[in-house]
């Protein structure tokens, strides 16, 4: 069966811009669960849970590292130029890497 | 472990950076840049940021204060993940503008402001000063540990004396290899492979200490989470206001402080390494902080109580016994102070001698032209800056007596550098921003940090007295450094941060708001916003026409070098279409020529230097449209009319130039022929008188001989003559046949030498030659050759008008071609006639009939062409100067091809 493929040029080049979306996103991200444990940690509890606290912020921060490693590559500079800058139109329900 | 030991091992680790900083320069000039400048290097040189105090300190500051250290870390990888932001453009601008650091950044965006440079190196060194005296100490201190727990019972006699050859070793290593050349953008491959190999024994070492402490000490990580939950760590409180201020403060420092900065954006040789850097940084961060807390909970469960946690990096594997995993740590500690000292202080004496001395020296020097040699002027003052800076962290850390104070230092730097911030986000996101805001801006911060921070660290009763912290300077309450306006309780630190900041931001913004700014400010404005949308948001802002080409290679060859100026002007001529080293000076070669500077002396030196040649600067009408993005069609159109008008006017130049050629040349060939004419004519009469007498016949022998002798002199005179026109027309038809052989230079020069002697013999001539450099095998048609050299030389024998006459000859191989330069000391060539020299009949005075018929240097051009090679006059060198460059192996005739 045939998958209805909604009316959009230049998909490659929107991809390339949700791409630098997510880029610019990422240490927001970052900063919110950084700062997370303020909510937390100081809430006067007895529980001695340093270490789970330590391995909670080293794996957020290994998730950051993945990410950011994942993003840098097709990222490229921001130099390249945006093949065939396209028209956008109906973006709404474009799965991520598209029927092509 | 024997103390000489530890010093044997240290001489050889210093030893094996010099061999790999030196090699990577070797490399990187033959060309091999490709893997100095890979993503991986440039990764790794950014792992400065983790200094001794980062080694040593992270442990002692989680014994201290638990998962906190953390912050130190997460600011940068916070600003490295979104690199997206901040940094991508930070690094476009810095390559665009020939960015040489923050403080020429900052002056750059607002209007190449001298001023502004000041302040900000002010700030820097103020703030870094404090910071590579802690490095000093981190040495001293890991020196101390082995020297207390050397078996030999051997104690360090003076720590002061350690730490002064220290900071006298890394000063010599600095200025070899920091200060080693002047060229462009301000890197220094060397030191950055010599930096990227510390790291990694940085790295090494933690993480082997780690392993170690985990696994060997402790039972794996699960005994480990059990130990850390068991021990007083855990009982640490988490600060809301510290966690975040520490983890913004952190952020703020790591594009700001001077030193990574310097690697950020100044070392980066390629945009794309950024990316790598996104994700590999906070690795790095990660790895070096992953063994921390194990370390700090096992350091202060095994190790006796009171013991400084600062050092257990150190002592914890002495404590067990491994000397050998102690050597490594030591040897990642002193890695990690020796990097940062070296990078902090090229990047605070590239401050200190492009934004203090060069512009008191373009103000105090009496001549208006620009004399002496800059570069060396440039590099000196860098030398003595960089061991300035050492000497001021050295006096610090003396006067300071090394006290714990030290160690709450990191931080109070972190906080001096990050008011920098607002002047740099501004200047890069916000056209608005003015030089007034970011100076207020600036000095207020700078101001406030010292007030509440910088000055009070030194503790009560030591710059202020106790009263001044209790009830406040003049019994004022609301000024306590502590409490500012009455805001108490809150941690010095974050209040300092908050206070500092705040008014910094506040009074950036109003300054700005209300001043206005000048034209090239808002030209600079727009091409740092918007660095990624405009192609070359660049102001033109010289006037042309005004400013003499050889001026400014003279200018440039003293900042830049012989070669390369030279190599820029003869490119800058091909780009334009004319031949020869002088350019047409139009704004755009100005402009690039001005970039080209500010890589060596800094914006606001090289705009200074060009303005002072150029005349005033200007802001064309286009760049203000660009500014004022109102779109005034009729104005725009009304520039491209004037950009036109001069484009047309620029040509007509040419035109006309190459019109008066063609007279001058007419006019010579008349005067040529007519002299040609009289040449042949005065000989061929005599030959006709005396032939005349000797038909008839009753002459005495003698006589007649001696009448014979001079028909025959004459007729030889006429065969030379014949003999030049002739070879003349071979050589521009290419159908000379070479005689290509293998001849050596140093020969060639000798036998041109000997046989231009004969030319005016009674001058004497002082030569300078330089014998191992004309060491060289060519393999050319060594008598063509002969001749153009001899020529050279007689030519300058004949026509150096200098009382006491040299003669230079500079040899120099560049890839596969020779160049050897003739220069002498006379008056040289005036610029209206170095056009014409090469061509046929050109005699530049009449008065001199040296012999020749203006014939020489045209033969010289055609065998030069023939030889594959070139002849050209070069300006600006203080005399007549002459370039003649061929290949080193010239493997069949030049035009075979064309033929």
């Known amino acids: ?100 | 472990m024997p103390f000489n030991l530890l010093v044997l091992a240290c001489l050889t680790y210093v030893a094996f950076l010099f061999l790999i900083a030196f090699v990577a320069e070797r490399r990187a000039l033959s060309g091999g840049r490709r893997w100095l400048g890979s993503p991986l290097v440039y990764t790794l040189s950014l792992s400065i940021y983790c200094t001794a105090w980062t080694f040593y300190g992270a442990v002692g500051y989680a014994a201290r204060s638990g998962l906190e250290f953390v912050t130190i870390y997460l600011g940068p990888t916070l600003v490295f993940v979104g690199w997206w932001w901040v940094l991508r453009k930070l690094v476009r601008i810095g390559r665009q503008q020939r960015v040489t650091s923050i403080a020429d950044m900052i002056s750059s965006r607002y209007g190449k402001s001298s001023g502004l440079g000041v302040i900000v190196t002010l700030i820097c060194v103020v703030a870094a000063t404090p910071y590579i005296a802690l490095q000093l100490q981190s040495v001293t201190l890991s020196f101390g540990v082995f020297a207390a727990a050397g078996t030999y019972g051997w104690a360090l006699p003076d720590t002061n004396s350690t730490a002064l050859w220290v900071a006298g070793g890394l000063a010599l290593f600095t200025i070899l290899f920091g200060t080693r050349n002047l060229d462009a953008n301000e890197q220094h491959t060397g030191v950055v492979i010599a930096i990227a190999v510390e790291a990694v024994v940085k790295l090494v070492a933690l993480i082997a200490v780690g392993i170690f402490v985990v696994w060997v000490v402790a039972d794996g990580p699960g005994d480990i989470v059990a130990r850390i939950n068991d021990s007083r760590i855990a009982d640490w409180d988490l600060v809301p206001s510290r966690w975040a201020g520490l983890i913004a403060l952190s952020a703020a420092a790591v594009i700001t402080l001077p030193r990574m900065f310097q690697v950020l954006v100044v070392e980066c040789g390629d945009d794309r390494n950024l990316g790598t850097a996104s994700w590999a940084f906070p690795l790095y961060l990660a790895g070096m902080s992953i063994f921390v807390v194990p370390i700090a909970v096992v350091g202060l469960k095994v190790m006796p109580e009171g013991a400084n946690p600062d050092l257990f990096v150190l002592t914890l594997p002495l404590s067990q016994g491994q000397g050998g995993l102690a050597m490594l740590a030591f040897l990642g500690g002193f890695s990690s102070a020796t990097s940062m000292v070296i990078v902090a202080s090229i990047a605070l004496a590239t401050m200190v001698s492009n934004h203090v001395v060069m512009p008191l020296w373009l103000r105090l020097r009496p001549a208006r032209a620009v004399s002496g040699d800059v570069r060396r002027l440039v590099l000196n003052a860098r030398r003595f800056s960089i061991a300035g800076v050492l000497g001021l962290g050295y006096l610090y850390y003396s006067l300071s007596g090394g006290s714990a104070a030290l160690a709450a230092i990191g931080l109070i730097s972190f906080a001096g550098v990050a008011q920098m911030l607002p002047a740099m986000l501004g200047g890069i996101f916000w056209r608005g921003a003015t030089r007034v805001g970011a100076g207020i801006g600036l000095v207020t911060g700078f101001a406030v940090w010292a007030y509440t921070l910088f000055l009070p660290s030194f503790g009560p009763g030591g710059v202020f007295p106790l009263e001044v912290f209790t009830i406040g300077p003049f019994g004022l309450g609301w000024l306590r450094p502590q409490a500012l306006f009455g805001v108490e309780g809150m941690d010095p630190l974050i209040h300092a941060l908050f206070w500092s900041l705040t008014c910094n931001t506040a009074c950036f913004a109003l300054g700005s708001l209300l001043s206005f700014p000048s034209p090239v400010e808002r030209v600079q404005g727009l091409a740092f916003v918007n660095v990624f949308d405009t192609e070359r948001a660049e102001p033109r802002a010289w006037e042309v026409g005004r400013v003499e080409p050889e001026e400014l290679l003279k200018l440039a060859q003293r900042i830049l070098g012989d070669e390369l100026a030279l190599a820029f002007f003869e490119t800058a001529a091909q780009a334009q279409g004319t031949g020869g080293y002088l350019p047409d000076p139009t704004p755009e070669f100005l402009d690039a020529l001005e970039r080209k500077l500010a890589g060596a002396v800094g914006a606001a030196a090289a705009h200074a230097m060009i303005a002072e040649l150029a005349g005033r600067a200007r802001v064309t009408v286009a760049d203000l449209i660009r500014v004022a993005d109102e779109t005034a069609q009729i104005m725009e159109y009304s520039s491209t009319l004037e950009s036109q008008r001069e484009e047309l006017e620029r040509t007509a130049r040419q035109l006309r130039e190459a019109n008066e050629k063609l007279t001058q040349l007419s006019i010579q060939k008349d005067a040529f022929l007519s002299q040609i004419s009289h040449e042949l004519r005065t000989p061929m009469t005599s030959i006709r008188a005396f032939s005349e007498i000797l038909m008839e016949g009753d002459v005495p022998p003698e006589m007649a001989a001696q009448q014979a002798r001079i028909i025959h002199d004459e007729a030889i005179r006429l065969t030379r003559l014949l003999d030049d026109l002739l070879n003349l027309s071979v050589l521009e038809n290419g159908t000379v046949q070479l005689d290509l052989r293998l001849a050596n230079l140093n020969e060639l020069i000798d036998k041109a030498l000997r046989a231009a002697g004969q030319t005016r013999p009674e001058r004497v001539f002082v030569v300078h030659r330089d014998l191992p450099s004309e060491a060289l095998f060519l393999r050319t048609d060594p008598d063509r050759l002969a001749q153009v050299f001899i020529n050279l030389i007689s030519n300058s024998r004949k026509y150096c008008d200098a009382a006491r006459p040299e003669l230079k000859i500079n040899v120099k191989q560049r890839g596969a071609r020779v160049i050897v330069d003739f220069i002498d000391n006379g008056s040289g060539i005036p610029k209206d006639k170095q056009q014409i020299i090469f061509e046929k009949f050109t005699r530049l005075t009449d008065s001199a009939r040296a012999g020749g018929a203006g014939l020489g240097l045209a033969i010289c051009r055609e065998i030069m062409a023939n030889l594959g090679g070139t002849i050209a006059y070069l300006p600006a060198q203080g005399g007549a100067a002459f370039r003649v460059t061929l290949p080193l192996r010239l493997e069949k005739h030049p035009f075979a091809d064309a033929a």
């Open chain 1, 1 to 100: 069966m045939k998958r209805r493929s909604p009316v959009f040029l230049a998909r490659r080049a929107y991809r390339l811009r949700r791409l630098r979306d997510a880029a610019r996103l990422l240490p927001l991200v970052g900063m919110f669960f950084f700062l997370l444990p303020i909510l937390w940690a100081p809430g006067a509890t007895d529980r001695r849970d340093t270490a789970i606290d330590g391995i909670y912020l080293f794996v957020i921060w290994g998730l950051l590292i993945a990410i950011a490693a994942l993003l840098a590559r097709p990222l490229g500079t921001g130099e390249e130029p945006e093949a065939g800058e396209g028209q956008e139109r109906d973006d709404s329900d474009i799965p991520p890497g598209g029927p092509r």
